[in-house]
């Protein structure tokens, strides 16, 4: 198995094997991997093997957790056809029985790693795994909002296209629309307290806007639209419809003085582009009591729920090392 430094060209490669494989979560995304600055994409390599994908990379660690514990890469979960995960994890133990590195697999979905061998792999929860856990929705109730719990989001919806009949458009981003949305965005910002941004920080957020929006006029699977009220743009949300069939939103941000603004953007956006997907992925809540509050609102079918696997005894002997110095 030879690793290599990571480029933005492997995207193509990687969604070769993500379609035929039956991946709910984002990690394989490359905005999720170039974005957010955790992974260090400068320190990321890739290696093909086998028809499978492996990715590692060194952290960025900002916060005290269990990862910290890891003193060399991280790697990704194994990307591989639908069940073959375990043979891909057993490659991956391989190489590191045999070149020394530690093997320890983050983000891990919780039902591949019920797929591994428990006296060989040992599988733990991450830290505040709840707040990392990606929210899986049905696509035709996001977009039809039928029946009773979805009552308040049509009534919402409803008195957004009443008010602004005539004066809203909902449509595709364009370069032109850059400024308007950068301008959104810093309002936006505004209104957040430092309690609730602790997960990233105003600069971190524009990269992943900025990137979000050059992807999506640079690939045909990456949208951004956004929703103008005479002339003036509201708010904008983007996404990604993945290899594997399931539609990611990776931002939505809107300005709440436009009531409704938020269902509104929701359910226009995938009826716009994920009908049809097996799922819809609105990430995760990062443990934030409104952002929570916010996606349990749409009653979500399931979860991505992420785990860490390490080999068998491996805690103990890392425990045992610290002791030793």
């Given at each position: 198995m030879q690793f290599r430094k990571i480029e933005e060209s492997d995207k193509?490669?990687?969604?070769?094997?993500?379609?035929?494989?039956?991946?709910?979560?984002?990690?394989?995304?490359?905005?999720?991997?170039?974005?957010?600055?955790?992974?260090?994409?400068g320190s990321m390599t890739i290696a093909f093997e086998s028809g499978y994908v492996f990715i590692r990379f060194r952290p960025?660690?900002?916060?005290?957790?269990?990862?910290s514990d890891s003193h060399g890469y991280?790697?990704?979960?194994?990307?591989?056809?639908?069940?073959?995960?375990?043979?891909?994890?057993?490659?991956?133990?391989?190489?590191?029985?045999?070149?020394g590195e530690e093997f320890y697999i983050s983000s891990c979905r919780k039902e591949d790693a019920e797929t591994l061998d428990p006296s060989v792999y040992e599988i733990a929860d991450k830290p505040d795994y709840r707040n990392y856990a990606?929210?899986?929705?049905?696509?035709?109730?996001?977009?039809?909002?039928?029946?009773?719990?979805?009552?308040?989001?049509?009534?919402?919806?409803?008195?957004?296209?009443?008010?602004?009949?005539?004066?809203?458009?909902?449509?595709?981003?364009?370069e032109a629309?850059?400024?308007?949305?950068?301008?959104?965005?810093?309002?936006?910002?505004?209104?957040?307290?430092?309690?609730?941004?602790?997960?990233?920080?105003?600069?971190?957020?524009?990269?992943?806007?900025?990137?979000?929006?050059?992807?999506?006029?640079r690939y045909d699977d990456f949208f951004a639209d956004v929703m103008e009220v005479d002339g003036k743009i509201i708010g904008f949300e983007t996404g990604e419809l993945t290899a594997s069939g399931v539609g990611i939103v990776h931002l939505e941000k809107g300005d709440v003085e436009y009531d409704g603004i938020y269902p509104t953007l929701c359910q226009m956006f995938a009826a716009k582009h994920f009908a049809g997907t097996r799922f819809i992925n609105r990430q995760e809540d990062m443990g934030l009591e409104g952002l929570r509050k916010s996606k349990e609102s749409y009653h979500p079918c399931g979860f991505v729920e992420k785990r860490i696997v390490r080999l068998v005894g491996a805690n103990a002997r890392e425990k045992a090392e610290k002791n030793a110095d």
């Open positions: 193509k490669l990687i969604d070769e094997v993500l379609a035929k494989s039956d991946s709910t979560g984002s990690e394989y995304s490359m905005l999720y991997l170039r974005g957010w600055d955790f992974f260090d994409f960025n660690l900002m916060d005290e957790d269990e990862e991280i790697f990704l979960p194994p990307l591989a056809p639908i069940g073959e995960f375990a043979k891909a994890v057993g490659l991956l133990k391989e190489y590191c029985e045999e070149t990606e929210y899986l929705y049905n696509p035709s109730d996001l977009i039809e909002l039928k029946g009773k719990k979805y009552h308040a989001k049509r009534n919402f919806i409803s008195r957004f296209t009443n008010t602004y009949h005539g004066k809203y458009v909902f449509r595709t981003y364009t629309d850059r400024e308007g949305v950068c301008s959104l965005f810093g309002e936006w910002i505004k209104t957040k307290s430092f309690d609730e941004y602790h997960d990233a920080s105003e600069r971190q957020e524009k990269k992943v806007v900025k990137m979000a929006l050059e992807y999506s006029l």
